[in-house]
């Protein structure tokens, strides 16, 4: 078979059952994934051997420390697999809930109904977790779901896989809602990007060149997000040792990821007593500072900021710092650098916060708080699938509501139009 047939029946079949998981109660479905959870745990020894292929051919094609990290399955990975299983199972299910209902003059009465998305393709790297956990949200939004992970995990993903489709098929439900691509070629993915008759959306999560690729060859909707370049800025009102405290919370607590902080703006009137303090408390953490040329003027021992570094995403413990004239070039300095990800405000002038929030377009726009709260658990979502910096269809984390839209149903007593 060649793996443009495979890749169609893959998505004819995720097509099929995506109309059955629509209709699917809310019971059922978090009893396949309560029994997946189980079955995470009792067959953990075969997940873990299947996973040691893996780890063995990274190790031997030469894959970083780091990547080889992401790739391993240990017990306590097993276990965080299932217990987020059985939170998403205990979250409330926003499929046939209805909202903004009204009554036409003529009598007609309208609402709008909460329907799954249908078929969600997803594309990953390295970690075999997303396999367990993008499962689970999909199914229990009552969507059907296509997995392509990495090559570098197809062991891994295979035997999770096995677990998804034995615990949807225990469930009573078709075991196609869920199904991982089971082959390395990179053509797999071309060819996916093509099935628009049969997918409704893909989500990639990883690098930007993984992203760029997906959406430059996707004839399928894409919800997008290349990179987090996160800014905060501090006010001249701003509650400096407040400031610092946030600041290197958002830049050192987890560099390596999307909502870490990578540049901090600066209002120029308090730059002279804020920027010291800044340096040590950065310093103490292990952070580097790129400053701009009157960053460089207040303290020693600072590297200039280059044009590039504006719209660096480090992912590491590296931070540019530059001094701005006033909120404004703030507001400005973002609007050109920003990735449309989490920018925050630092100020005690509610006035300003004000503007910031409704001015400055970003996922998240948050005042007096850390970058690092844009995430699907910190805001309420109980889990997330990814985060979108896209505006159709959602922005922001994609928890299980994310994943699926509405359509308008109205009920009549006999109207007909004149």
């Known amino acids: 078979m060649s793996i443009e047939t495979q890749i169609i029946e893959i998505a004819a079949a995720a097509k099929a ?23 995470l745990e009792t067959r953990a020894e075969q997940i873990k051997s299947e996973n040691q292929k893996d780890v063995a051919a990274a190790r031997e094609n030469g894959l970083s420390s780091a990547m080889i990290d992401r790739l391993t399955i240990t017990d306590k990975t097993i276990v965080a697999m299932a217990e987020g299983l059985k939170f998403v199972a205990g979250l409330d299910d926003p499929v046939g809930t209805l909202s903004d209902s009204s009554i036409r003059p003529n009598g007609l009465e ?117 990179k987090g370049v ?36 600066v209002h120029e009137k308090i730059a002279d007593d804020f920027l010291p303090k800044l340096h040590r408390a950065m310093t103490q953490a292990g952070v580097t500072l790129k400053g701009c040329e009157a960053c460089c003027r207040m303290l020693e021992n600072i590297q200039p900021a280059t044009d590039e570094d504006w719209a660096a995403e480090y992912l590491d413990l590296i931070l540019a710092v530059r001094v701005v004239p006033d909120m404004d070039g703030a507001m400005g300095h973002i609007a050109a650098y920003g990735s449309n990800h989490t920018e925050a405000i630092i100020t005690t002038d509610y006035d300003r916060a004000r503007r910031f929030v409704r001015e400055v377009d970003a996922s998240l726009v948050i005042v007096n708080a850390s970058t690092r709260f844009n995430d699907g658990g ?16 959602a922005y922001g984390p994609m928890g299980i509501r994310e994943l699926t839209t509405t359509k308008f149903v109205a009920w009549g007593a006999g109207q007909i139009r004149t």
């Not at 997918?199 to 060859?217: K, S």
């Not at 509650?239 to 909502?259: F, Y």
């Not at 910190?378 to 269809?393: N, P, Q, R, Y």
């Open 17 to 39: 059952a995506s109309g059955i998981m629509a209709a699917v109660p809310r019971k059922q479905k978090d009893t396949a994934l309560m029994i997946m959870a189980d079955l």
């Open 378 to 393: 910190e805001l309420g979502l109980g889990a997330e699938i990814g985060i979108s910096t896209s505006k159709l269809h």
């Open 230 to 265: 996160c800014h905060g800025y501090v006010d001249d009102t701003a509650d400096l040792d407040m400031a610092v405290e946030i600041s290197v919370n958002a830049k050192a607590q987890r560099p390596g990821v999307c909502n870490a902080m990578e540049t901090l703006l």
């Open 110 to 226: 309208i609402a709008r109904m909460r329907i799954p998305l249908g078929v969600i393709g997803i594309i990953y790297e390295s970690r075999p977790n997303v396999t367990v956990d993008a499962a689970g949200l999909c199914l229990k939004a009552g969507n059907a779901v296509i997995l392509r992970g990495g090559s570098e995990a197809l062991y891994s993903n295979l035997a999770l896989a096995q677990v998804i489709a034995q615990g949807l098929a225990d469930a009573g439900l078709p075991d196609a809602a869920a199904q991982v691509i089971p082959v390395r070629d990179r053509e797999a993915v071309n060819i996916l990007l093509k099935q628009e008759a049969l997918v409704d959306l893909i989500i990639p999560r990883g690098g930007e060149g993984l992203i760029r690729h997906v959406v430059a060859h996707s004839s399928i909707p894409v919800l997008k997000h290349y």
